[in-house]
């Protein structure tokens, strides 16, 4: 019962951290990068339904990944099988986004652009996650 608590934790820390990047993430592309990068003028969101689907997929795949990175670096601390994980989750939520850059009928230029959010923003979890370890508010997996 101890180990799903400290995963639900680590879940919760994890789903809140992508969440957030998402957020920071959308607030930039919308006001910064689509207004003065013509190339990248797609990734302009207005708030409506896409965009709220959108955060709860990224706030479910944060919790996924909390969990998951809390098993990755159970007992070992093994630094290319955290960065791994990361570059894993990262791409995998990346690739989701083809369709997007797919659609800018100019350049791939969004698509790239969305893919390396995605690493960054599991990045921030995993980051958020080591100090959530360190400072003890979530314990590692611990192997049986």
């Given amino acids: 019962m101890a180990e799903r608590i ?3 934790k680590a879940g919760i820390i994890g789903g809140l951290s992508v969440c ?3 957020a920071i993430a959308n607030l ?5 990068l689509a207004k003065y990068v013509q190339t990248l003028a797609c990734l302009q969101n207005d708030v409506n339904w896409h965009l709220w689907v959108s955060g709860a997929v990224a706030s479910f795949t944060g919790f996924l990944f909390g969990v998951t990175y809390r098993y990755i670096i159970r007992s070992d601390q093994n630094p290319q099988l955290k960065a791994g994980g990361v ?6 939520r990346g690739l989701t986004q083809i369709e997007i850059g797919w659609n800018s009928h100019s350049t791939i230029w969004p698509f790239f652009v969305l ?6 923003w599991f990045a921030l979890a995993a980051i958020a996650l080591n100090i ?3 400072l003890r508010w979530v314990k590692p997996f611990s192997s049986i």
């Fill in 132 to 134: 959530a370890i360190q």
């Fill in 6 to 8: 400290e995963s639900l």
């Fill in 28 to 32: 930039l592309n919308t006001l910064v």
């Fill in 20 to 22: 957030f990047a998402f």
């Fill in 115 to 120: 893919a390396f959010e995605s690493v960054l």
């Fill in 87 to 92: 570059l894993a989750f990262g791409l995998v």
